[in-house]
């Protein structure tokens, strides 16, 4: 079953534009992770944040985490035709298995 | 640092057949992951070993197993194939352990004819 949820499941958008991407998830967590899978290839991992932190950035892309909401939002700043590509975020939930559970994904097309 | 490489690539196979994937991890991680994509269920979790032994299981049945060898490779096998096993099957690979990252390959597509 998903512990996180993307929304939206699609978005289109022109480069040079932001992307956001938000993640809600149901039980508490040690941590939330996003990653990246281009067509036909594996997941690529972007950004863990942990439960004790509200945000992080690496290069263009911010995270937020709001633990009181039990959300998560990933912000990708002048979107580029390259960063076109499913984005996940995957939860490691409190008390359980570190085994991070990934929600359905959403889809961005940054048209060119 | 060599990535986490699956293989083969793709594979077909009819009803009732068995298969096995294998997977070599990142040098020096000692957990690895398998997970099956499918576009009606998302990524779901089948198991992971950590230095030979499966150290937690998803919600799969016993037709699916693996098993992980002294140099951290790992292979997992599905007995008795069904359509619906048609999917992408994604290795992952990790230190092992909580706030841990998962590095991926680029999975095996198999097709259940």
């Known amino acids: 079953s998903q512990q996180g949820e993307e929304d939206p499941q699609a978005l289109s958008i022109q480069e040079g534009e932001n992307a956001t991407m938000n993640c809600s998830y149901k039980?508490?967590?040690?941590?939330l992770q996003w990653y990246r899978q281009n067509s036909g290839r594996g997941l690529v991992h972007l950004i863990l944040?942990?439960?004790?932190?509200r945000e992080k950035h690496s290069g263009r892309l911010r995270v937020t985490l709001d633990t009181s909401k039990k959300s998560s939002s990933l912000l990708i700043t002048a979107s580029r035709a390259a960063d076109t590509a499913s984005y996940f975020c995957a939860t490691d939930a409190a008390g359980g298995s570190y085994i991070p559970t990934f929600g359905r994904g959403t889809s961005l097309i940054v048209h060119p | 640092k060599a990535g986490v490489t699956q293989t083969p690539r793709y594979l077909i196979k009819t009803r009732g057949q068995q298969v096995t994937l294998s997977c070599s991890p990142i040098s020096g991680h000692r957990s690895v992951s398998w997970y099956q994509q499918t576009p009606g269920q998302g990524l779901q979790f089948l198991f992971e070993?950590?230095?030979?032994?499966?150290?937690n299981k998803g919600n799969f049945p016993g037709r699916f197993s693996g098993r992980q060898f002294s140099n951290s490779r790992s292979e997992m096998n599905v007995s008795t194939l069904e359509l619906g096993d048609s999917a992408l099957y994604l290795c992952?690979?990790?230190?092992?352990?909580?706030?841990?990252?998962?590095?991926f390959g680029d999975g095996t597509r198999l097709s259940i004819l």
């Open positions: 992952a690979s990790s230190l092992g352990g909580r706030n841990q990252p998962q590095h």
């Open positions: 039980t508490s967590i040690n941590n």
């Open positions: 070993y950590f230095s030979e032994t499966q150290r």
């Open positions: 944040i942990r439960s004790n932190e």
